[in-house]
DNA sequence: CTGAAAGCGCTAACAT
DNA sequence: ATGTTAGCGCTTTCAG
């Protein structure tokens, strides 16, 4: 390995002129630089991050929290998967690498971020257990931010949930529907996805003077097509009287889909379904789902952008909300 | 932050005895060794790696190549999402991290694998344009594996293509099929995939005196569902005397279920299909596609393996082939 | 069993 | 404009 050293005695300069010369820093003539540069070059030198990060404690390290299991399905997943590609590229073209944080061996988050010397965290998908680690960055002063769970102290950037629940019920008022059931995921305080999506949808329904009937409301225990299964057979088997029903997110439409495939019910005549994520899966289906689309490439280029702001010292809001966007496909039927 | 010399000072031992002793290296005294263990654990200590690599040279870092400019599509990639995914977390069962390494700024691997110090390197999905740098790695004595390419000097690790490609032509001559089609996705060298399949499946052909009849081979440029819609159409606009297709992976596939809703062609009534990969996708289009799926955790497993032994200089066989597994689903049709 | 000395590769602060 | 000195946090080697 080629070290500034080497360069140093090769050109009869020491290592803080040879280190300057690199990094383009402090005053140098221009022969010595240009001089330096050249040797390095020939040389092959490459310069090491972790020694210049022992001494300068800044490592251009961001670590990702990214731990699915609630879907299980790692970094296939419709939305988290598309998040942390375009976070990655983005971080990568302000000079960052990414590091995959973990939590073996009873490590905690916090033990890996010190272990690494990682200069900021973002949670991209973390599992529900994790926000008190995640909540303890915070803490000790790790610039952190989080696309999808509220974590107290750190800024989220997220989907406008509420927002895109009141534009999935009006969409289904427009075409007629007055008696409209919800599938939700998960309500949790802390990622609070279903229940804001709930919460907007609810809205719109008590503005127009509908209402909504409690009973059309059924939980799902995991954000899976299993538990979308099982959890639509539920409210089914309670009650009938509906003609449309938003699913918190498409992996449980593709769960009503499957039962209502199996019951015979017919979607859309009998039966509209609107879902959330467009999963690569909701254009292929039968019918093709219709269903919001979270702007991923937004949230992870916000995410980006104030991970880096936090990073240099500029504090950052509690929140950031980014609007979904409606595809209008085939499962909605449209009533006269 | 807190250091083993904050220990030292604390317990009145040296930095050395205290570093002995967090690592269980050396001999000492069990009181020693538990009060500094205590102390260290009350002063909140956490190692540093960053401080550690500089002298042991050694960082448990794995670089991991992940470009998926081919498909567009991210993380979110059926066959190499699944593979991060496990591999990721038998690397940090192993006590490794991973990083992501780029080539921005000119950058080469190899100069990223130089600057983080990386044991290691995983090509997951490598751009083809890639090879001659992750070829260098192998240069330079960097323990590399492959997940998908032929690099020299690489192991790669991967499905056993051609005898899928066999099995593949084998199912559908039981299903009475003998004038088959193949959908290819781009014949490269480094990236066999495509190239490899077809030999298998000519071969099975060949041995059973049925042959295969070069106007059925049609190659697409990129394995994208545009491109596989552009290639079946331009088969099929030369020749339709044919039952059935085999396409070299499911999105190349989709692009055909597509053409053939378009044209009204019946799937699998007048067309059979056949797929690879076992895309989402295709246990929810209509018909369900029947496909291969690729062993993702056997590959990303034994990848782990390899690559950890080479790390502690085992040599690595230059291939490993994973078979296979057929999932027979609704888009082949059996002729009497 | 424990300590002293040295070094990993780089940069910051100061001196010349 | 360049050099000197020192130190980042840890481990290794060798001495005691």
Same mark, same amino acid.
């Given at each position: ?12 300069? *020491? ?10 820093? &402090?005053?140098?003539? +221009? ?23 022992? *001494? @300068? ?8 929290? =990214? ?6 399905? &790692? ?53 529900? +257990? ?16 989080? @696309? ?22 009006? =969409? ?31 809205? =719109? ?23 979308? =299964? ?107």
């Amino acid at each position: 390995m080629v070290t500034i050293y080497d360069i140093a005695t090769k050109t009869g300069f *020491t290592a803080p002129t040879v280190s300057k010369a690199l990094n383009g820093t &402090g005053k140098l003539s +221009e022969a010595t630089r240009s001089k330096i540069l050249e040797v390095a070059g020939q040389m092959g030198y490459k310069p090491s991050m972790v020694a210049r990060t022992l *001494t @300068t404690k800044k490592s251009n390290l961001i670590g990702v929290i =990214y731990d699915d299991t609630k879907m299980n399905t &790692g970094f296939d997943h419709p939305m988290f998967g598309g998040v942390l590609t375009r976070f990655r590229s983005q971080m990568e073209k302000a000079g960052y690498d990414i590091v995959f944080l973990s939590r073996t061996f009873q490590m905690s988050y916090l033990n890996h971020v010190r272990l690494r010397s990682v200069d900021g965290v973002a949670a991209i998908n973390p599992d529900t +257990e994790d926000n008190k680690c995640i909540a303890e960055l915070e803490q000790e002063h790790i610039p952190c931010i989080s @696309t999808n769970d509220y974590i107290p102290g750190i800024c989220t950037v997220v989907t406008d949930n509420e927002q895109a629940g009141y534009k999935a019920a009006e =969409y289904l008022v427009n075409h007629g529907h007055r008696r409209i059931a919800f599938l939700a995921g998960p309500f949790s305080e802390t990622s609070p996805a279903a229940k804001e999506r709930f919460q907007g949808f609810k809205k =719109y329904l008590d503005e127009q003077g509908i209402g909504f009937d409690g009973h059309l409301l059924e939980e799902c225990p995991l954000w899976n097509m299993a538990s979308g =299964y099982q959890g639509f057979m539920r409210l089914w088997e309670r009650t009938e009287d509906f003609t449309a029903v938003f699913a918190a997110n498409d992996t449980l439409a593709f769960g009503i889909m499957q039962f209502a495939e199996e019951r015979g019910i017919q979607i859309p005549q009998r039966l509209s379904l609107l879902g959330f994520d467009d999963d690569r899966v909701a254009s292929f289906c039968r019918p093709r789902l219709t269903t919001f689309r979270q702007d991923r490439d937004t949230i992870a280029d916000l995410a980006a952008e104030i991970l880096l702001s936090l990073i240099t010292g500029i504090p950052a809001p509690p929140i950031v909300r980014v609007p979904a966007r409606l595809i209008e496909r085939e499962s909605v039927r449209r009533y006269p």
